[in-house]
């Protein structure tokens, strides 16, 4: 299987767009599992044939080899899939689903209503206004690479403690010398 073969074939299994310029999960992902089987399948290919194909230098193909633990198990499964199929002689990866068997699950699509604010503030009116302009790719692409992110940062913000104000004690201090002097004999 070639280079060109494999990435077609990532590309069909994932819906993504290996040679795509952009930051969508889906993309990346797709290119940490291209960069993992090209360099596992054979060992003489190199990072620069892996980054030539995927429009992207040598040393990011290495880093998506390297990084290939942070995939998902679904992308996980389809690594599997490729080695499966092509009858690649590389060990398997562990995922949830094969570890233990999972019981099909029953697909409900969940309607979410979200109640529009009767009144938007002035951040928000300049928000909608800055993004009026984009085409709806845009948005969608700004939504997952920028967005979303941020929305889960701040759901795992912590709030810090805050700590009392901590008083020491107060130390008088003698500025006049008769009074060193009364205190000494004292």
Request: with cysteine; glycine share 2%; net charge positive.
């Given at each position: 299987?070639?280079?060109?073969e494999l990435?077609?074939?990532?590309?069909?299994?994932?819906?993504s767009d290996l040679r795509a310029p952009n930051r969508l999960r889906v993309?990346?992902?797709?290119?940490?599992?291209?960069?993992?089987?090209?360099y596992e399948m054979d060992r003489k290919t190199t990072f620069q044939q892996?980054?030539?194909?995927?429009?992207?230098?040598?040393?990011?193909?290495?880093?998506?080899?390297?990084t290939f633990y942070l995939v998902t198990d679904v992308y996980r499964e389809v690594y599997n899939e490729i080695v499966i199929e092509n009858d690649i002689p590389l060990e398997?990866?562990?995922?949830?689903?094969?570890?233990?068997?999972?019981?099909?699950?029953?697909?409900?699509?969940?309607?979410?209503?979200?109640?529009?604010?009767?009144?938007t503030t002035s951040a928000q009116d300049k928000l909608l206004e800055a993004i009026s302009y984009f085409s709806d790719k845009d948005v969608e692409d700004f939504m997952q690479t920028r967005f979303y992110p941020y929305v889960n940062m701040l759901k795992s913000k912590v709030i810090p403690k805050k700590i009392p104000l901590v008083k020491g004690h107060l130390i008088e201090r003698i500025k006049d010398k008769t009074k060193q002097d009364e205190t000494k004999n004292n």
């Amino acid at each position: 299987m070639t280079l060109l073969e494999l990435a077609d074939i990532i590309d069909y299994k994932l819906d993504s767009d290996l040679r795509a310029p952009n930051r969508l999960r889906v993309n990346n992902y797709a290119k940490k599992v291209f960069c993992k089987l090209g360099y596992e399948m054979d060992r003489k290919t190199t990072f620069q044939q892996l980054g030539d194909i995927l429009g992207q230098k040598h040393e990011t193909a290495l880093h998506n080899k390297n990084t290939f633990y942070l995939v998902t198990d679904v992308y996980r499964e389809v690594y599997n899939e490729i080695v499966i199929e092509n009858d690649i002689p590389l060990e398997l990866l562990k995922t949830k689903n094969n570890v233990k068997p999972v019981k099909p699950v029953e697909v409900v699509e969940e309607v979410i209503v979200v109640e529009q604010p009767k009144r938007t503030t002035s951040a928000q009116d300049k928000l909608l206004e800055a993004i009026s302009y984009f085409s709806d790719k845009d948005v969608e692409d700004f939504m997952q690479t920028r967005f979303y992110p941020y929305v889960n940062m701040l759901k795992s913000k912590v709030i810090p403690k805050k700590i009392p104000l901590v008083k020491g004690h107060l130390i008088e201090r003698i500025k006049d010398k008769t009074k060193q002097d009364e205190t000494k004999n004292n």
